[in-house]
């Protein structure tokens, strides 16, 4: 529903930065990044045939968004009104080792805010093992291989992450995304 008003942050950089921005005092146990994006809007129009509103930023800026049948309290939305959509990003990693069971692959969800307003949260996450193929501390940078064959290199924030990693490490990488929305009634 928001995905043109917030943009989520690609996934594959989120890895390069999950596996090596924590020292490597971290590197045998998991280590976790995280990052909230919060934005408000006010209704500005609704319509209710199309199921479409009219959300406008604090610079004025406006854009029209679907509300499919989904959003089960659709007709307690009202002019005026503030949303606030709150995107969570979390990252976790860890050592992998070899023969060790791993996490599900994939999962994901809905949960509805209780009550009159309409809200809630949807939320997915994945996780994935990838095996280090080059460690160049010199750019910083990584290569890594997926399970399904897929080769990526990153750059590195600080060559120093790189410390307590080798070639041939697996490393598990769990990526959650979650947005909430909320909605608060126009101030009268």
Do not use: H
């Not at 045998?28 to 909230?36: F, I, M, N, Y």
């Not at 949303?83 to 070899?98: A, D, G, K, N, Q």
């Not at 990838?130 to 064959?149: E, H, M, R, W």
């Amino acid at each position: 529903m928001t995905s043109r008003l917030i943009v989520p942050a690609i996934a594959s950089l989120t890895v390069a930065a999950l596996l090596l921005s924590q020292p490597a005092t971290a590197a045998q146990k998991a280590v976790s990044v995280a990052d909230v994006v919060t934005a408000t809007f006010t209704i500005e129009a609704i319509d209710g045939t199309s199921r479409i509103v009219t959300l406008k930023d604090t610079d004025g800026t406006l854009e029209d968004v679907y509300c499919g049948p989904e959003v089960q309290r659709f007709d307690a939305l009202k002019v005026g009104d503030r949303v606030t959509f709150r995107y969570y990003e979390t990252v976790v990693s860890m050592l992998r080792r070899p023969g060790a069971p791993g996490r599900a692959p994939e999962s994901g969800g809905i949960t509805r805010t209780p009550g009159t307003r309409p809200g809630g949260t949807m939320a997915q996450q994945f996780t994935a093992t990838v095996t280090l193929q080059a460690i160049d501390a010199k750019v910083p940078s990584v290569t890594v291989k997926t399970d399904d064959g897929r080769v990526m290199s990153f750059r590195v924030q600080d060559a120093r992450n790189l410390q307590g990693y080798k070639v041939g490490d697996k490393v598990e990488v769990t990526y959650t995304q979650a947005l909430a929305v909320s909605v608060e009634p126009a101030k009268r």
